[in-house]
């Protein structure tokens, strides 16, 4: 998905700030299927507004900058789910310590055990977060029932096949 498909969806389910789409999309679950930086939120927000597809109301704050809420609008809401309707891509799992994995045997011992903890740290924080998300329909269940189900299966293959890395990557140095 597209930073603004996500910028969309997200107001879909309330009016949000800039800052408001980053930390639902790192907090509630999406991180876990989609990216958005501040970087790419912001320009995405001017582009839709200016298309029409958000409106944008300004909130006067104390002691700090006026804010920007967006909310959809209904050629918004109506683009958005065009959007649902068309063929999404393929899935892709990006993992920099799997290909990291694939060269593993040019590594020492050590720097793979450091590699394999943090990853395995890492996994355990986002299936951690995933276990405390409350999603709000049955389509948020499914999908957050799906990211639970993946990262388990991941965890459940690092508890399997550590030794086996270790083992090769010992029989390797020798």
Same mark, same amino acid.
């Given at each position: 998905? %597209?930073? /603004?498909?996500?910028?969309?969806?997200? =107001?879909?389910?309330? %009016?949000?700030?800039?800052?408001?789409?980053?930390k639902?999309? *790192?907090?509630?679950?999406?991180?876990?299927f989609? &990216? @958005?930086?501040?970087?790419?939120?912001?320009?995405?927000?001017?582009?839709?507004?200016?298309?029409?597809?958000?409106?944008? /109301? *300004?909130?006067?704050?104390e002691?700090?900058? %006026?804010?920007?809420?967006?909310?959809?609008?209904?050629?918004g809401?109506?683009?958005?789910?065009?959007? =649902?309707?068309?063929?999404?891509? &393929?899935?892709?799992?990006?993992?920099?310590?799997?290909? @990291?994995?694939?060269?593993?045997? =040019?590594?020492? &011992?050590?720097?793979? @055990?450091?590699?394999?903890?943090?990853? @395995?740290?890492?996994?355990? %924080?986002?299936?951690?977060?995933?276990?405390?998300?409350?999603?709000?329909?049955?389509?948020?269940?499914?999908?957050?029932?799906?990211?639970?189900?993946?990262?388990?299966?991941?965890?459940?293959? =690092?508890?399997?096949?550590?030794?086996?890395? *270790?083992?090769?990557?010992?029989?390797?140095?020798?």
């Open positions: 998905m %597209d930073v /603004r498909t996500i910028c969309l969806g997200i =107001l879909t389910r309330a %009016d949000a700030t800039g800052y408001e789409i980053k639902r999309v *790192e907090e509630h679950g999406f991180r876990h989609v &990216e @958005a930086s501040f970087g790419s939120i912001y320009p995405a927000l001017d582009k839709l507004s200016r298309d029409g597809l958000v409106s944008v /109301r *300004e909130e006067i704050q002691k700090r900058p %006026d804010r920007k809420v967006y909310s959809i609008t209904r050629a809401r109506s683009a958005f789910i065009d959007s =649902l309707m068309t063929p999404l891509p &393929e899935d892709r799992h990006r993992s920099p310590f799997a290909f @990291a994995m694939l060269f593993s045997d =040019l590594l020492p &011992e050590q720097r793979i @055990a450091q590699m394999y903890d943090a990853y @395995a740290a890492q996994t355990e %924080d986002a299936f951690r977060q995933l276990q405390q998300a409350k999603p709000q329909s049955a389509g948020g269940h499914f999908a957050i029932g799906l990211g639970r189900a993946a990262y388990g299966a991941i965890l459940d293959y =690092l508890r399997v096949h550590r030794a086996e890395l *270790e083992t090769q990557t010992a029989e390797a140095a020798e």
